[in-house]
């Protein structure tokens, strides 16, 4: 009887396996991004950012997508090969490479976590915050950030260590665009009296002025969609890089990366992003932005035209629609 009851109870199972396997359908994520890209290929709301010569150059009719999933699969469609400039993106992996250095604990004790509610590049969110950079994605924080990782280094090799730090996050080599670093460098006369101001109140590392150039050039960097996709698949999975397999962040640290990006990633509109959309992103005003579900996928759109916060109009449209589709919301609990 106990065997038959067995032999019943594997049958049971194995059906119920079998059929769950047959019934569970493979997502197309190619399908859904290419839904994305038709469906807002025609917005046209927003500017590019005209305080920065270079990135008002850019072509703003420029769209692409690319989703790359925590195993390595890559899908893309628009214009996913014109490297355009990193900008603000660049903060999240100055930070991954720190907080690897020095520990999540120093980040929040020497930078801080918290969310300033202004623009990018405050100044009174200095001062409401005691006196102190807020976060490593704003430009306070993300300056007081550098200095840690060009003090740790030292002038001489600081350059070389971060450069291929970078390069591992996107699978290749990355170059910064030397006629966005000139106009960038040109006009950053605001960072440089943020930067001086976070060295009064002893948030500032090193040299306050070689850390807000070296921060500039780290804006500058040359990066394609596909590039963005890579690095933001590496904290998809748990911060080792889908395409290459190199572990780049402990995976102790991720949540705590995406919790800034989910906290301040957009900015000021940040709680209206993660309130809509539920992703852990971060903005660049270059025109990307990059969308983190955890262990599952990544996704980045590039697309000049930016809202009044310094965030993509259309990029905004994609993922949040790409986000519904794909039930990504990290608040669904699935």
């Known amino acids: 009887m106990k065997t038959t009851v067995a032999l019943l109870l594997v049958m049971v199972l194995g059906f119920t396996n079998s059929y769950s396997q047959k019934s569970a359908k493979p997502v197309d994520y190619n ?10 290929k025609n917005e046209k709301g927003g500017k590019n950012a005209n305080y920065i010569p270079f990135l008002d150059k850019v072509d703003p009719d ?21 490297e355009f400039g990193i900008e603000s993106i660049e903060k999240v992996f100055t930070l991954c490479m720190a907080m690897e250095i020095f520990g999540d604990s120093a980040i929040l004790e020497k930078v801080g976590a918290a969310q300033t ?21 704003v430009n306070a924080g993300a300056m007081a950030t550098t200095s840690l990782l060009t003090s740790h ?45 976070l ?31 890579i690095m933001a698949g590496t904290l998809a999975n748990g911060g080792v890089n889908p395409i290459t397999k ?22 000021e509109t940040t709680g209206d992003w993660m309130y809509k959309v539920g992703l852990p992103s971060k903005s660049g ?41 794909l039930s990504a919301n990290v608040y669904l609990g699935r």
């Not at 692409?64 to 699969?73: A, D, P, R, Y």
């Not at 009064?200 to 090193?206: F, L, Q, T």
């Not at 962040?249 to 800034?260: F, G, M, N, S, W």
């Not at 996928?297 to 449209?317: H, I, M, T, W, Y």
């Open 62 to 82: 420029m769209y692409g997508i690319v989703l790359v999933t925590k195993e390595g699969q890559v899908y893309q469609v628009g214009e996913t090969r014109y």
């Open 246 to 267: 190199e572990r780049l962040l402990k995976e102790v640290y991720v949540p705590r990366v995406l919790a800034i990006m989910g906290t301040t990633g957009l900015y």
């Open 117 to 137: 509610g202004l623009p990018f590049n405050s100044v009174p969110a200095i001062e409401q915050n005691g006196q102190k950079p807020s976060n490593p994605l």
């Open 153 to 197: 280094f030292g002038h001489a090799d600081a350059w070389d260590k971060v450069n291929t730090y970078f390069g591992r996050f996107a699978g290749r080599p990355l170059t910064v665009l030397d006629e966005l670093y000139k106009s960038e460098a040109a006009t950053n006369e605001h960072n440089q009296a943020i930067a001086m101001l």
């Open 285 to 325: 005003v270059g025109g990307g932005i990059i969308s983190v579900a955890p262990g599952r996928f990544a996704v980045a759109v590039f697309s000049p035209r930016l809202d009044k916060a310094g965030n993509s109009v259309r990029a905004q449209e994609a993922i949040k629609y790409i986000s519904e589709k």
């Open 199 to 229: 060295k009064s109140y002893g948030y500032m590392y090193d040299d306050p002025l070689y850390a807000c150039d070296f921060y500039t050039k780290q804006c500058s960097y040359g990066v394609t969609t596909r590039d963005l996709g």
């Open 31 to 40: 399908a859904v991004i290419n839904e994305a890209f038709q469906l807002f």
